[in-house]
């Protein structure tokens, strides 16, 4: 099947609809993942309670919300969670503004090679996405990133499951790892 230009977002929803996968849009290719495996989803569950707990004022982590390519409706992600402002509860769009996620989680499948990894890090970039964490439940390992610029992260701090992730402002705490299950 090869869609008409400006339709790549309907073939996403029909094969989202036909198969249960989860389809993003990035960069003009569709990529299409299977549903997060319970480590995955506990992973998730696990740094959403934390976020809730401590989350400032007027923000809150969203799941299943997709973020849009600034001026290009058919160019989204979805991360595994971002932070809106509580606003998106009663948002109609279907799409989230990048400037207003505070911050992106992406947590690696099982089957995520390198190459996806770099290409979903730097569209976050692109977007201009402030904060995007990074973590690896197969190597039990975190990255988080700040400042994008030009399709890049300028700031970069990495460290392994046990370490707290320094939330950079508006957050101004960090977040505990300790207890994040890791893929066998």
């Known amino acids: 099947m090869h869609p ?5 977002r309907v073939v996403a929803e029909q ?3 036909a198969t249960g996968l989860r389809v993003e849009i990035l960069g003009g290719s569709l990529v299409m993942s299977p549903t997060p495996r319970g480590k995955h989803a506990g992973t998730i569950r696990r740094l959403r309670r934390q976020l809730e707990a401590r989350m400032p004022s007027g923000l809150a982590p969203y799941e ?3 973020v849009a390519m600034p001026g290009d409706d058919d160019d989204y992600c979805t991360p595994d969670l971002v932070v809106l402002p509580e606003s998106w509860d009663t948002d109609d769009a279907w799409l989230a503004d990048p400037a207003d996620a505070d911050l992106a989680v992406e947590v690696i499948s099982k089957s995520e090679k390198a190459a996806q ?9 692109a977007a201009g996405i402030r904060i995007l964490l990074v973590l690896d439940p197969r190597f039990a390992t975190w990255s988080l990133y700040t400042h994008p610029r030009n399709g ?3 700031g970069q701090l990495a460290g392994e499951y046990g370490d707290d992730v320094p939330l950079p402002e ?5 977040l505990d790892t300790g207890t994040l299950p890791v893929y066998q």
């Open 117 to 125: 990894i770099t290409d979903k890090n730097g569209w976050y970039s």
């Open 15 to 17: 094969i989202e609809g």
């Open 4 to 8: 008409r230009p400006g339709s790549l």
């Open 152 to 154: 890049e992260y300028h």
């Open 170 to 174: 508006p957050f101004g705490f960090s």
């Open 64 to 66: 299943v919300t997709s």
